[in-house]
């Protein structure tokens, strides 16, 4: 099984990137650090209500209209700056494994 490491800077795709942090987002909630969507809203400074938003672009495409890709090339570096060790990984069948 091959991973193939993501570096959320180099994607363009916002649907893409919206799986990921959707995935990202779940991941560090479930994980012992238990950091919850209302609490890395906190940490990084941005409504939770935009940080929902940019979760569930995949999900509920017609809010295109208000997001951007630098908003996702923002939040990604807060959070990785946030958790340092955290790495993310696409698999061969295209989800997502991340190792924190």
């Known amino acids: 099984m091959e991973l193939r490491r993501i570096h959320p800077a180099h994607i363009q795709d916002m649907h893409y990137l919206s799986r990921l942090l959707d995935f990202l987002l779940s991941e560090l909630e479930r994980s012992p650090l238990h950091l919850t969507p209302k609490a890395l809203s906190y940490e990084v400074q ?6 929902e ?16 890709l630098e908003d996702y090339h923002a939040i990604f570096p807060q959070l990785l700056l946030l958790c340092p060790t955290v790495q993310m990984f696409e698999l061969p069948d295209g989800s997502f494994f991340v190792k924190i």
Do not use: D, G, K
């Open 46 to 51: 941005m409504p939770e209500t935009i940080l």
């Open 53 to 68: 938003r940019l979760r569930n672009l995949h999900r509920q495409p017609e809010e295109a209209a208000y997001i951007r």
